[in-house]
T-cell receptor
């Protein structure tokens, strides 16, 4: 049981490049989400999904796209990377939207030059 | 707007020196208050959920308490392995909260041997 798996762990991009951060969970969780963590700030919600085919915006969605074609996967796409998107990104899931315990992945550190 | 303020930002303790971390919050109806532990380079790990004032939860050397305005994480006789960043988060019970957690910036705890 791997939990929440994120890839890649580290990535360096140039401004304007696009990329996808991958997130997969093997716990059959309905709810999945993406957060970013920046120095001096709390974790902030980017996008979330309450089930396959259903996604919605969080607190800081601009510049990011998501899709949820399967229960297991929830990729985060950066269409045109900007230096302001330099951050550590965490994928997190829970059994259902009303559940209490969020299980986090190990994080993906992204640097945009 | 939901807000979470954690203090102190950083705390250094000697092994065995008990202390408390504070989490002050404002939320439009509290559904739950959560404590997470985050080790360097890793994702947050769930510790406790508290639902109502007066509630307490314990796990090994950690004890979390809740009032109507704040929560405390008491650390009794800490060990070096307790060194980590401790995150507090709240979830509102009001509709339209999109299930999001509002996180504080965290308290970096260092326990010296």
């Amino acid at each position: 049981n791997a939990g929440v798996t994120q890839t890649p762990k580290f990535q360096v991009l140039k401004t304007g490049q696009s990329m996808t951060l991958q997130c997969a969970q093997d716990m059959n969780h309905e709810y999945m989400s993406w957060y970013r963590q920046d120095p001096g700030m709390g974790l902030r919600l980017i996008h979330y999904s309450v089930g396959a085919g259903i996604t919605d915006q969080g607190e800081v969605p601009n510049g990011y796209n998501v899709s949820r074609s399967t229960t297991e996967d929830f990729p985060l796409r950066l269409l045109s990377a900007a230096p302001s998107q330099t951050s550590v990104y965490f994928c997190a899931s829970k059994r259902n939207p009303g559940a209490n315990v969020l299980t986090f992945g190990a994080g993906s550190r992204l640097t945009v030059l | 707007e939901d807000q979470v303020t954690q203090s102190p930002e950083a705390l250094r303790l000697q092994e065995g020196e008990s202390s408390s971390l504070n989490c002050s919050y404002t939320v439009s109806g509290l559904r739950g208050l959560f404590w997470y532990r985050q080790d360097p380079g890793k994702g947050p790990e769930f510790l406790f959920t508290l639902y109502s004032a007066g509630e307490e939860k314990e796990k090994e050397r950690l004890k979390a308490t809740l009032t109507k305005k704040e929560s405390f994480l008491h650390i009794t006789a800490p060990k070096p392995e307790d060194s980590a960043t401790y995150l507090c988060a709240v979830q509102a019970s009001s509709g339209g909260s999109n299930y999001k957690l509002t996180f504080g910036k965290g308290t970096l705890l260092t326990v010296n041997p």
